[in-house]
């Protein structure tokens, strides 16, 4: 989003004939003092910026968790909507909540249509996933819960339905993130749900000194995760043991709280990586036979460097330095390092946590929505995180009074420095690294339609925040691109595009972060690069086409069926 | 009747007074000894922080009481108060290696850049100890310094030619330099101290798969899965031996001695935890099992009894007592988990 105060005429007409300049009049930190990146807007849309009444938390383990915030476009009308995932307040009676799904009106605010949209049911909400499983270009709504799982069915124009039983859902762990992908090259999207724990409510905790405290994941079993299979008739199997799903201990060890499903193997079929909190990552290799293996021991994306397990939370998936493969990058507790897992040319996976420069800054934060982004389009991928306890430490500076003071932490803004080096930018972050709560979804998308990607954060009492991207982006050049298989979007496509030289790579995706949906379509920020001479795009079922360079600055869709084979 | 004001007089001997204790004072005043907000916590540990300060208040030039305090903070997790307090110990003391030994310690999680000095200086009197090599080497590792790191792990292992810990990061050093042969050598040398090992048969699945050994990666890989995560390694300079205090400590101290075959007395340690704090249900799974084991069946039944009384949600105190109620049952690995 482009301030409106900072684009009068004589200001676009100044900054017109930077691009000439190259690379280096373009991004931020250009000019006399660094200005503020991103605006919370949150009021200004329309959106809740403010939880009605929060009372202090009961240690109870669920109420802290909470991470959905979803953007997509719902009733199909070109702009982006937003689906919030609510958890009851701690001590409410009834332990159960209806989301809100906000639509988004031709002014750009956000209007409340929970009731209308048919997503007004009450639950104990957890996060989202967001796809069209029946191709019939509607985007349906999969919910995880503390409890059973809610599947609305987008009957057209932002109308849902709960068809959980008719599509065949039957999940009542507790589930955290869920992400949709064709895992065997049907045409339909499958959905993989991870669990955390089998939470026991009866069950105290205390930290060494024996003060009450949320209980952390050792403190119980994990829960196997599921793996839905898409039937084409709107109807969806468990396949988890058929598919192998099963390891380790049968889910005893698997607690899983963030999901990607793509290709992280290059051999064109989409994986699945899960994070597990305190246990061993799991990394699905599709087998191309309707089964996998978890092969994230293995590949080096399993524990830190020692070998060790750590809290694992949140992934963001991205090329971060320019090499043409995948990176991961995955949020921790305080205390222990973000771990960045770069793609190499072997099989392995290597850690580059401390080389990245994260690692001087993360220690005292405890990391759960991420995500790569270019949001100064100097071509290479930034990285946002947001942040919040889960156990208590020492208050920080600007956090709220009373019983939150020891959870709430401020989030935090790193730009890449186009190696995959990063460089923390809060004083650039404007409000989004400034304001200090206890903050868990982050989800991605243009919210206004202007070429650049803005935030939205979902806290965990239930208020929201949306920050506008308002990063200086004179004379670099930007591309959103928007793939299509049978008419929806193809979710774990990978897209290069090949301009000056250079590749570019982008995912389209809407599941990763914590508990959240974006917008899948691959935003490339290009810097100076003016003009596209291809795109190549590996679809999910495996196949590869390639198509025509373009003109940049603009939204691009791209149909499978409609490139040219390799 | 008139009233006069109060007397000034004595006032000032009492300040002269109270300045004169003040110059001869070696220490800082009470205000200035490391105090965490002790909201909530534990009665019994907050009698036990007050006694370690008030050592310190008294003897404010000992490091023993200050590395006493230092270590009361570190057992109960308040890691920053416990570095200020270590700091003033070596201060004090700069001779007794211990004290940088455990600064080290206490800073490694929040700060192991920090770490990196008061870990060196234990060194130069624990260079014969290989768990302080190993401990430097880690925080070396996790600052971004493996070829140093390299050297302690190095000195750790001829050290102590039986450990696999430095082996073990000898090889995960080598695999993040994708120097596989040489890691490979070291990781199976790991596993030959010990096979059970779980980083070196993790670090050696990597190895041999980028070695194109896919096969046995996967073995290791697999049997990775079925081992308990290693525990870590005993190292009687950096763990403080302190009494207990609160259910928590209690319930440890408790295990202990019951691994060191002193039932009663562990028995006594499981009460007082469950004295301390009721709820605390791993202290009341630890004396129903020891109860068990010495005959009392119904005792440590009524023990779980009251736990599902306490708050009948709790679903785990039913799978325990459905353990206890079978006679057969094995009742080791059942209860609560770790927190």
Known sequence: MTNPRRTGRAFQIALSSLPSLGLAGCGPGQGSGPPPLFEDVTSELGLPAAAETWPDGTYSTPEIMQGGVGLFDCDEDGDLDLCHVRVPPPRATEKRISNRMYRQESDGRFADVTEEAGLAEAGFGQGLAVGDTENDGDLDLYITNYGPDSFFANGGEGRFANVTERAGFRDDWWSTSAAFGDYDADGFLDLYVAHYLRFDPGKRCTDPSDREEYCGPRAFNGAPDTLYRNEGNGTFSDRTQEAGIVLPQQGARATGLGVVFTDLTQDGRPDVFVANDAQANQLWVNRGDGTFADEGILRGVAFDQQGRPEANMGIAVGDVDRDGLLDLLVTHLWQENNRLYLGTRGPLFRDFTVGSGLSRHDLERTGFGCGFFDFDHDADLDLALVNGAVRRRPPLPGAPRGFWADYAEPNELFENDGSGVFTLVDEKAGSFASEVEVSRGLAFGDLDSDGDVDMVVSNADNSLRAYRNDAPTAGCHWLQVRVLTRGRDALGAQIRLRAGGREFLGLALSAYSYCSASDPRAHFGLGPTAVIDEIAVLWPDGTRETFPGTAVDRGITLRQGEGRKP | ?339
């Open chain 2, 1 to 339: 009747m008139s009233s006069s004001p109060p007397a000034r007089r004595p006032r000032l001997p009492s300040l002269a007074l109270a300045l004169a204790l003040c110059a001869c004072h070696r220490g800082p005043p009470a205000q200035e000894i490391p105090l965490p907000s002790l909201a909530h916590v534990d009665p019994e540990v907050v009698e036990a922080i007050q006694a370690a300060r008030d050592l310190v208040r008294r003897d404010p030039g000992s490091s023993e009481a200050w590395g006493g305090l230092a270590d009361r903070y570190l057992v109960h997790d308040f890691s920053k108060e416990a570095a200020r307090c270590y700091a003033r110990a070596e201060e004090l003391d700069p001779d007794r290696a211990v004290w940088a030994y455990r600064l080290g310690w206490s800073l490694v999680n929040d700060d192991p850049a920090r770490a990196v000095a008061p870990f060196e200086r234990s060194l130069r009197s624990l260079d014969s100890y290989a768990p302080a090599h190993e401990a430097f080497a880690q925080v070396l590792v996790r600052v971004g310094r493996p070829d140093e790191a390299f050297e302690h792990l190095a000195r750790a292992s001829e050290l102590d030619p039986e450990s696999p810990v430095a082996e073990t990061g000898l090889g995960l050093i080598l695999l993040a330099r994708s120097d596989f042969e040489p890691a490979r050598k070291h990781l199976e040398e790991a596993l030959e101290r010990d096979g059970k090992h779980v980083e070196a048969h993790v670090g050696l699945a990597q190895v041999l798969l980028a070695l194109g050994r896919e096969e046995e990666a996967r073995r290791h890989a697999e049997l990775s899965r079925t081992l308990p995560q290693t525990s870590r390694r005993s190292d009687l300079f950096a763990s403080p031996n302190l009494p207990p205090a609160g259910a928590r400590a209690r319930t440890q101290f408790g295990n202990q001695l019951q691994r060191q075959g002193k039932p009663e007395e562990a028995a006594e340690q499981f009460r007082l935890a469950l004295a301390s704090n009721p709820g605390y249900y791993t202290a009341r799974w630890s004396l129903a099992r020891l109860l068990v084991k010495q005959g009392k069946r119904d005792e440590a039944i009524e023990l779980l009894r009251e736990a599902e009384r306490m708050d009948p949600s709790f679903e785990q105190v039913r799978e325990d007592l459905a353990r206890l109620l079978e006679p057969a049952q094995e009742t080791e690995e059942a209860g609560s988990g770790d927190e």
